[in-house]
Structure formats: structure tokens, C-alpha cells
């Protein structure tokens, strides 16, 4: 009798320590589970947390270059030693007039017209007469890529090669004249759009040409 008590002594023991070692491991685990979702947990804020902030510079840096930078006016700086300007007038760039944008589309081009008159006038500038003392600067540029329409990125557009993202620069006169810069003859071409929105288009330039130069910035509004 005694012996068999030894024994359900002894598989009781088992038993309770069968039972102790089984919730130890069930904590165990337990445990793991928690430490694991946490570092889930904490992967997964992480990801988030990247992700916003991608998100967040992706969005700043589409509206920067949108709304990119613009001049408080226009001004611009022009100087002539071809004889362009004789028997007329004397021309002043201190004052600027009326200045004006237009935008046409086409399948894979766009086209950029940007008037700045030293005189204001009510008249459309693409085909406004001309009086003494009266000039008129016009860039037009030719914006190539895909869609339709192209859209008009900024940066810099090429002054001195016809290339995609060319420019053309020219002073209209009185009587019908244009003084075209020259490609070939300009040493200096810097022409950058730094802005564009619905409703203006800004940028600055610097053309060194064999007898025209030309400086100034401008912040043109765009005619629908």
C-alpha cells in the first residue's frame, strides 16, 4: 500500500509539473505573440510614417514648381548697336506697359507667346501699331514632348540652338520692323521660365547677342 501511494505521489508530481511547465511555455509564448506584434506594429508606423512624409514632399515639391518664384514686375534692360533705333524716337525700358501671354496647343507642341511693351494700350499686343518712341519685346517659345496638350515646364529654355524647348527673341519697331536676335550671333543665352499658373507666367533672361543685349525678368499675365 504504501509503495502504490509512493507512486501516485510521484505521477501527481509529474502531472503538477507537467501542467506548471505547459502554461510557462503557453506564456512563453504569449509573450513572443505581444513582442512580435509590437515590432509589427512598430514596422508598420515606420512604413506610415515614410510613406506621409513621401507623400508630404511629393505634394510641396509639385506646388514649388507650380507656383515656383515671380519677380514683385517686370523690368527689363535693352541695349541696341546695330542702328535699329535710327531716325526714330528715342526707346525707353524704364517704364513698362501693357504686357500680355498666349498659349497655343497642339498635338505634342505647345506654343508660348510673351509680349512686354514700354507703353500701355488696350489693343492686343500681337498685332498692335506702333508710334514713335514705342517698342515691344516678344519671346516665343516652342514647348515639345508628349500629350496635348504639352505642358510648360520650367527651367531653361535653349536661346542659341532650335532644339526642343526653344525660344526666339525679337523688338518690334515702328513701321513694321522686327529686330530679330540671332541665334548664331548670340556669345550669352539664358532664357528660364520660373513659374507658370492659370493665370501668369514668370521667368528671367540674359542674351548677349553681336548687336542687341537684353536682361530683365518678367511676371507677364496669360490672355485666355
Known sequence: MV??????SIVMVVAVIAVLSSISIACGNQKAEVQQT???DEVV??????AQTAETQTVQG???QASGECPAATSVNVESTNGAYKDRMPISWDKIGSQSAYITNSTNNTGVFIYIANFETSENLKDVSLSDGQALIQFTLTVKGQGDPVPI?????????????YVSTGIRLTG?????VSSADTTNGDFEITSVTDTEIC????????????????????VK
Not at 3 to 8: D, L
Not at 45 to 50: C, P, V
Not at 203 to 222: A, H, R
Open 176 to 180: 513694321g520692323t522686327t529686330v530679330t
Open 203 to 222: 521667368g528671367k533672361f540674359n542674351i548677349d547677342e553681336k548687336w542687341t543685349k537684353m536682361t530683365g525678368e518678367f511676371k507677364v499675365p496669360i
Open 45 to 50: 508606423d515606420e512604413i506610415t510614417s515614410a
Open 62 to 64: 509639385t506646388v514649388a
Open 38 to 40: 509590437q515590432k509589427s
Open 153 to 165: 515646364s520650367v527651367g531653361k529654355y535653349n536661346v542659341r540652338e532650335w532644339v526642343d524647348n
Open 3 to 8: 509503495k502504490v501511494k509512493a507512486v501516485i
